[in-house]
DNA sequence: GCCGTTTTCGGCCCGACTGTTTTCAGTCG
């Protein structure tokens, strides 16, 4: 993984928020953040450029080039550090909250020295900002709501973030001496959108240097526990880490034990005890002899309870072990079903990649199809044009096939206005080989407003899928309030796919909104919604939300043959 | 700070929405 990469666009960021907390030039801080996110999407490692490479990246001039090199060699860039000691961390945090940008939270520490978001929340109880200039009650509302949102994520990680350092700890811990098995297990294992803490397991005969090893990697901040069983540290993030060292016959038993959910781990439970059987991390074993029945594969220790290997996805207690008794457990979808993405940009609006090099990335991913689908004029910040997308879809044609064979679609990324209209008329539309519609804007209609523009939308013979429906940000943004069963429903009706967005911040539709979709006969279509090569390998977040949604290949159209996602495309027409 | 079928300066994504400072600043996509 490009760690370095990721490293360099949050350092690049900090230093456009800190400009603009500080009221420096607008384009400036611009620039920083174009250059973050072309550093970010980058697809080469940029720790093996050097300042000549760089500069070769989009975006990135000399100047931030040479910012880049000194991160690379000293670990920290000075001028980030002089903006820094300016400004408290707290001041920056405070923009984390939706309606508060740079400007209200410069006024907040300069007139009232609130650096957190906690002393902002005190200091609005306690109506310390009645005459403040700006911060009128209503505003005052947004932001404690906004603080609300904020802490229902409840200090809990994105995935993405914790798959990233859990991939890392796996990494550096299978090389250490004498293990057998080393892999990441708990809520992350389960793909939940969000994570407490990275479980991580390794099966060997001693503890000892795996305990040692944790402790003493670097990203290591703090260790909180360190014993012969279990070690617990603080990365520098903030993130805790269990790892739990098992003997090489417990291995089974232990993924078993430390990737279920609590609920479903208690019905498993159960289950033994009715056996006669006991079940721990260290094995299954007979209640009264103590015998080891089964304990080295997580296979061995399902089927002597009776119940085929249930897929971590799914153990959550929402039917599963049910489904999984009765022999009823689906095949869900896994990322080798997928045959191509439907929803992906290119530098035509706002993606950072040529639409010949997210073809040729979409092409070594092994798809049979891909489809582009830049935003349409409705999202006026992208400036489309007609001619424009008319011009791209001629090189989609000249580029059809050329990769490995893999096809290409012509598609579109509507804008879904207030009542339900897109950007285009349906003439216009007919040129499109598919259509995603979302919406980017009037996120508060109410709910009948709302339910009839997604039935429109669904009715409309030129538009096959839903994009991000709910338009949801994990942690951020609520999803917008329709009558989903009526949206469902008449998804089904028209043949509309929903999608279920991979982008780790989305992961829309979600995994409960997907079940009961799932339940109308919606069919979906799991899309990365790219906008540089990195994202198109989002769709293991996809593909594990689709799992915890129950869903097989039959439910995603884009596990299809072309020839037969061609037909769906035609949404019942000739 | 970056960029150039505008080529070393003068632009840079544009428009809508919201709350409030009643004429517009701040935020967002």
Redesign the pocket.
């Known amino acids: 993984m490009a760690r370095p990469n990721e490293e360099v666009e949050g350092l690049l960021q900090e230093y456009a928020d800190l400009i603009a907390i500080t009221g420096g030039?607008a384009?400036?801080a611009?620039?920083?953040e174009?250059?973050a996110r072309a550093i970010g999407g980058h697809p080469v490692d940029i720790s093996r450029l050097d300042a000549e490479g760089l500069?070769e990246i989009?975006?990135?001039?000399?100047?931030?080039?040479d910012k880049v090199v000194e991160y690379l060699r000293t670990g920290s860039v000075s001028?980030v550090e002089e903006r820094r000691s300016k400004i408290p961390a707290g001041v920056r945090a405070l923009?984390a909250?939706?309606?508060?940008?740079?400007?209200?939270?410069l006024r907040l520490y300069e007139d009232l020295h609130i650096s957190s978001v906690d002393e902002l929340a005190a200091a609005i109880e306690a109506d310390a900002l009645h005459d403040l200039?700006?911060?009128?009650?209503?505003?005052?509302e947004?932001i404690l709501h906004g603080i609300t949102l904020l802490r229902q994520a409840g200090g809990r990680i994105p995935l993405h973030v914790a798959m990233r350092d859990a991939e890392d700890i796996v990494g550096e811990l299978s090389a250490v001496k004498g293990c057998r098995r080393c892999a990441y297990a708990g809520s992350l294992r389960r793909m939940r959108e969000t994570i407490g803490d990275i479980d991580v397991l390794v099966a060997a005969a001693r503890s000892g240097p795996f305990m040692d090893a944790l402790a003493g990697l670097p990203s290591t901040a703090e260790v909180i526990a360190h014993g012969a069983k279990k070690t617990s540290v603080r990365t520098a993030q903030g993130i805790q880490v269990d790892l739990r060292v098992l003997p090489p016959d417990s291995w089974g038993a232990g993924l078993v034990y430390f990737t279920g959910s609590k609920a479903h781990n208690i019905r498993i439970r159960t289950i033994a005890v009715r056996q006669g059987l006991k079940l721990s991390e260290y094995g299954l074993f007979d209640a009264e002899s103590e015998e080891s029945v089964a304990s080295r594969t997580e296979e061995d220790v399902y089927e002597r309870l009776g119940l085929p290997w249930i897929p971590p996805t799914l153990r959550e207690d929402r039917g599963e072990i049910e489904a999984a008794l009765g022999g009823e457990l689906p095949e869900v979808v896994t990322e080798r079903d997928i045959r191509g993405d439907l929803h992906t940009h290119t530098d035509l609006t706002?993606g950072l990649a040529s639409l010949e090099t997210m073809v040729q990335a979409a092409a070594e991913r092994g798809y049979a199809y891909f489809a582009v689908t830049d935003h349409a004029p409705g999202?006026?910040?992208?400036?489309m044009t007609d001619e424009k997308i008319l011009a791209q879809r001629e090189q989609v044609r000249a580029l059809d096939g050329v990769h490995r064979g893999m096809r290409l679609l012509h598609g579109t990324e509507l804008n879904i206005g207030p009542k339900g209209e897109v950007d285009w008329p349906d003439e216009f539309l007919a040129g499109f080989d598919l259509c995603v519609a979302s919406v980017?804007?009037?996120f508060?209609l109410g709910r009948a407003a709302m339910t009839r523009r997604f039935v429109r939308v669904c009715e409309n013979p030129h538009i096959q899928i839903i994009g991000h429906p709910t338009t949801r940000?994990v942690g951020k943004?609520p999803p917008v309030d329709a009558d989903w069963d009526e949206v469902f429903a008449a998804c089904a009706r028209t043949g509309t796919a929903l999608e279920v967005n991979a982008q780790p911040d989305r992961l829309d539709l979600c995994d409960e909104e997907i079940l009961r979709a799932r339940e109308y006969g919606v069919k979906f279509a799991v899309n990365t919604d790219a906008h540089c090569v990195p994202h198109l390998a989002c769709l293991r977040f996809g593909v594990g939300t689709a799992q915890r949604g129950w869903l097989t290949a039959k439910d995603v159209v884009n596990t299809w043959p072309l020839s037969r996602l061609r037909r769906f495309l035609r949404k019942g027409g000739a």
């Open positions: 030039d384009f400036k611009r620039a920083y174009k250059a500069r989009p975006h990135v001039g000399r100047s931030i080039a001028a923009t909250i939706p309606t508060l940008g740079p400007k209200k939270a200039k700006g911060f009128g009650a209503k505003t005052q947004n706002d999202l006026a910040m992208q400036r980017h804007s009037h508060d940000l943004r």
